[in-house]
């Protein structure tokens, strides 16, 4: 008995000296752990164009735990900054980990107030829990404890947090601002960044393992307005044959109507085939083969728009607008806004005429509003993806990686589009309803997953350095 209490307390005090020796991050002198860092984050609100106070706490963490900050804009709506092992005057190969300071609105249904940052059975709640201050504080985390490493000091990288401003509102402040007047310096070799959680917690159905994806491209937003004028007599009384609203609603009817194809590529495909690895018999062998499969396929993807949006080109109608408010008068004008998101390689000039051919009015004029520029996907065979999917499997020993595509943007997609290597992953297990608190209520993180996550980081920074 004696001996096992021995063990016990001897156990418990190498456990606790990992513990007291790394799990914690210094504020105002004092050891904080990692979960009442990003507690004390969550309570600065920094809805999107007003980062500055929660840009200067974190900031000034980074600073006291030993990074070299470099400031690029310190105003609400610009406040962006690295924080680095080096000073960026080195200029080594830099891995960049990118995050951002500003998060959504807070949801008033939420079960604690957003910036609360309760902690309650064992989890971290309030806006930006998740998206993006706990991603950031895993990110931080990682290169802190790299920092204290004895890697560090000889280390053929740079490594940095770089926290911008306003990726929820995409202004002109944030990640776009750092990118046209900072890249040299910064010197990115690679970027990480907010991206996909453990996979099959997310989609139905049984899988022999876990999931992790990589996103490695993103679909490009290519926003349309289309306006239609035609003058007519104003009074609702009469109908005239052709009349603005009429000609629009037919012609957009006829747009949102007819399906959108099915594109299949490497990374979609790819997809399938790694989904397939898990199923059996009939169904392993039509998602093993899905171009031979693509009629028995395509209708099953269509029924789900979330996957579904990884294989075309989406078309959503979001907005119809006059500015009529009577009645009984007739607009001779009508506008339309139309978000589509195109494959990485669209070319958006086919595009565009497949849109104009199926509106099949002439006289509806078409203004592009938003053209991402076209972006290769990152590539899977360098140091830094394979490092990064080592780390995820050596952590979590069952589970598989795969690259994927987000259907959405992000900024990385912006390092992506100067051709820099980018990829997306919070590699952590998250629950349905915590992926679903993220820009909703009860936005909230596992204290494990925070520590899950960095450990992650800190390896993949381990792997690359001892990479030959
Ligand atoms: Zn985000």
């Known amino acids: 008995m004696k001996k096992i209490t021995f063990l016990i307390i001897f156990l418990h005090g190498i456990i606790y000296c990992q513990y007291a020796e790394i799990n914690y991050l210094k504020v105002n002198g004092e050891n904080i752990s990692l979960e009442n860092v990003l507690q004390k984050y969550i309570q600065v609100p920094s809805v999107s164009g007003n980062e500055k106070v929660a840009g200067d706490y974190i900031k000034s963490v980074c600073r006291e735990n030993g990074l070299i900050i470099t400031e690029f804009g310190n105003k609400n709506g610009m406040y962006n900054f690295a924080a680095s092992i080096f000073p960026l005057s080195a200029n080594k190969p830099n891995i960049i980990f990118l995050n951002h300071i500003d998060v959504v609105h807070e949801n008033n249904d939420s079960k604690f107030e957003a910036y609360s940052g309760k902690i309650i059975n064992g989890e971290v709640y309030g806006r ?3 998206d993006n201050k706990g991603a950031a504080i895993m990110q931080l985390f990682s290169i802190v404890k790299y920092l204290n490493s004895p890697n560090s000091k000889n280390s053929k990288h740079n490594i940095t947090f770089l926290s911008v401003s306003c990726e929820e509102s995409q202004c002109d402040g944030g990640v776009k601002y750092v990118i046209d007047n900072y890249l040299d310096q910064l010197n990115p070799v690679v970027v990480i960044g907010e991206g996909p959680s453990e996979l099959t917690s997310l ?10 994806g990589i996103s490695l491209a993103h679909k490009r937003a290519f926003w349309l307005n289309l306006e239609l ?34 594109i299949f590529n490497e990374l979609n495909t790819s997809f399938l085939k790694t989904l397939g690895t898990h199923k059996k018999g009939f169904e392993k062998m039509i998602l093993k083969n899905p171009k031979l499969f693509k009629p028995i396929l395509v209708p099953q993807l269509r029924k789900q728009p979330e996957l579904f949006a990884l294989f075309s080109n989406t078309i959503t109608l979001t907005n119809i607008y006059t500015d009529n408010h009577s009645y009984n008068k007739i607009p001779t004008k009508i506008g339309a806004y139309l978000d589509c998101r195109l494959l990485p390689l669209t070319n958006e000039l086919d595009f565009l005429n497949e849109i104009k051919k199926r509106l099949k009015n002439d006289s509806i004029k078409i203004t592009v509003v938003e053209n991402m520029p076209k972006t290769k996907p990152s590539i899977t065979n360098n140091i830094y993806y394979k490092n990064l999917s080592k780390a995820i499997e ?40 915590q992926v679903e608190g993220i820009h909703n209520k009860n936005e909230s993180i596992s204290i494990s997953s925070i520590y899950d996550g960095a450990e992650v980081y800190f390896d993949f920074l381990i792997k690359i350095e001892n990479d030959k």
């Not at 049984?206 to 992790?212: A, G, Q, S, T, V």
């Not at 109908?239 to 747009?255: C, S």
Request: aromatic residues 8%; proline residues 8%; charged residues 20%.
């Open 128 to 130: 930006g829990a998740i």
């Open 203 to 212: 989609i139905e159905g049984e899988f022999k393992h876990p999931i992790f």
């Open 229 to 262: 004028s035609i003058n007519t007599s104003g009074h609702g009384s009469i109908t005239p044959l052709e009349y603005a609203n009429k000609e629009m609603v037919t012609a957009l009817n006829k747009l949102v109507k007819k399906k959108n194809k099915t």
């Open 394 to 433: 050596e952590k979590y020993p069952t589970s598989k990686v795969m690259p994927i595509m987000l259907p959405n943007i992000n900024d990385l997609g912006a390092f992506r589009a100067k051709g820099i290597p980018a990829y997306a992953s919070i590699p952590v297990y998250l629950s349905r309803d």
